[in-house]
């Protein structure tokens, strides 16, 4: 890696930042968080944050310090961040997802996208917020008291009623 602008490799990262966000793409690539099949949404839900949550906590970590520099050089704002880091890379939740729609448990067109990213959204603030492991009883309760509640508000009502 080049350890000033124009030396090293001739310019494959034309800046600091630009570096930041290819080792924070390498980081995530090289680390996949694994989605196990529990043959449940709450099931694979639960196993994908956990996963999440252990497998991600060094990583929040170094994302919250590099975080502070990527704004102070560059005046990047936070959703800016999200969008290069985040929503440019297949995350554990379209697996579940997926799988929850094949066995039919789900209807992902009935189901707002917000809903839909409210778990890990919360995952990640958590972790943003402590820096730490979140621990067995939040994971569940952001799955079976908020997530899967909201959840059946949209499920298919039967044929006498309208749908949403």
Same mark, same amino acid.
């Given at each position: 890696m080049r350890s000033r602008e124009g030396e090293g490799d001739g310019g494959r990262w034309p800046n600091k930042d630009?570096?930041?966000?290819?080792?924070?793409?390498?980081?995530?690539?090289?680390n996949p968080v694994e989605v196990?099949?529990? #043959?449940? =949404?709450r099931g !694979?839900?639960?196993?994908?944050?956990?996963?999440?949550?252990?497998?991600?906590?060094?990583?929040?970590?170094?994302?919250?310090?590099?975080?502070?520099?990527?704004?102070s050089s560059s005046g990047i704002t936070p959703a800016e961040v999200r969008a290069r880091?985040?929503?440019?890379?297949?995350i554990a939740s379209h697996e579940v997802y997926r799988r929850a729609r094949e066995r #039919?448990? =789900?209807?992902? !067109?009935?189901?707002?996208a917000a809903v839909l990213a409210l778990p890990f959204d919360l995952m990640r603030h958590d972790l943003l917020m402590t820096l730490k492991p979140i621990p067995a009883e939040r994971i569940t309760s952001i799955v079976d008291e908020l997530f899967l509640p909201l959840l059946a508000a949209y499920r298919r009502q039967d044929a006498s009623q309208p749908e949403r």
């Open positions: 630009e570096l930041t966000f290819a080792a924070i793409r390498h980081f995530r690539e090289t196990p099949d529990t #043959g449940s =949404l !694979d839900l639960l196993a994908a944050l956990h996963g999440f949550s252990d497998g991600r906590n060094a990583f929040t970590v170094v994302m919250a310090a590099t975080f502070a520099g990527l704004q880091v985040i929503d440019s890379h297949p #039919g448990e =789900l209807d992902l !067109d009935a189901v707002p």
